[in-house]
């Protein structure tokens, strides 16, 4: 890695392409694309500052909870803690590219056996290929300062209140007391082994992402426990509907590789599709989607044959989300047949939006929507006789 600096109060580098070549590798280890990523951007932070520790300051860092138990870390939680001699330091990278806060899953603040003394914020740019460590918080004042999303279990920490000069920070860890820097937290309560057997048997089979399915006291001390932290690693590992093929990668899209089922639309631009061809091209909101691919969906049955054509398209976006157009049009009809239902569905089951065919209706489509990267969705298509769902992660 080389590192230079733009601002001598800050440490910049980059990231040499072996490199990330080798980590990326090392990540695909993990159970989803999503756990995937998240373990990539923890090995590139991790790697940049254990080396520029030891090459400034001789000093050696250790991954708490080091491999194979950080796996468990990465697959449900952003950041990784370093043990550097008496301190614990938690990185926290981040893909933003505005450095306007901080965000600190909940974890790493609220479970006594997890809080550090240091939270370091990273940014991260793969593509360009360098890495940025821009300023840093203590715990305490994660606590004072930073406002708490329930939602999302994100304690985010506005720059305003961060230290932007890492030089800084190593006074800070040389001569803070604890007192100084932890925030007193209350313990969590300890499961019985009916109740960590009962929440890892809930969580079975779930592509739920399990960290906002349970309640926060019951999901922080599951992983404070770290046999049942480990047992719920390898259950997700083992969960065939995590590694089910048909779950669409959509992330994937960008990168020209897609599953052999959807099609690029062009391939019904022939006489036979005609109309078909026609709808694509004059379907309103598609101008402006970058990719766009579209799947034959069979509502009836094989004697008596009811399809229709599933289009999803993107949109990629600055703020790191994707926006998606969903639509539905009739495979080789003029028509969609009446009462079919499109529907949009959250990874917890519930009904966003919904649109159904009319008389005459030509095409249907869902409002535009947007999720983040790592986000499951599904899209509903039914009639009266059958339903078909496909499964998204974005």
Known sequence: MTYTFADPKEWLFQIIPDIQSQLWEESQVYPNPSSCWCAYLNKVALRGFTEWIKSEYDMQATVWESSPNVVAFWQFVNGTAILLNERRIVLIPSEAIEDSELEVPQEWVDIPSWTADFYLAVQIQPDEGWVRFWGYTTHQELKALASYDSEDRIYSMDARHLTLDLHAFWTAYQYCQIEDIQASIPNLPELSTTQAENILQSLSSSTVFPRLKLQWSDWGALLDNEQYRLRLHQQQQQDSSLLDSSLVNLSA???????????????????????????????????????????????????????????????????????????LHPFDDKYLPSNINLALVSESAEIIQEVQSRIQDNSIQLKLFEGEIGEYFSIRVSNHENQITENFMI
């Open 253 to 327: 899209w960008f990168q020209d590789i897609y599953e052999d089922s959807w099609q690029a639309i062009e391939t019904f631009f022939n006489s036979e599709h005609r109309t078909l061809a026609f709808n694509f091209r004059n379907s309103a909101g598609l101008s402006d989607t970058n990719i766009k691919r579209a799947k034959v969906i069979n509502l009836g049955t094989e004697i008596e044959p009811q399809k229709v054509v599933l289009l999803v398209a993107l949109i990629s976006s600055a703020n790191q989300k994707v926006a998606m157009r969903v639509q």
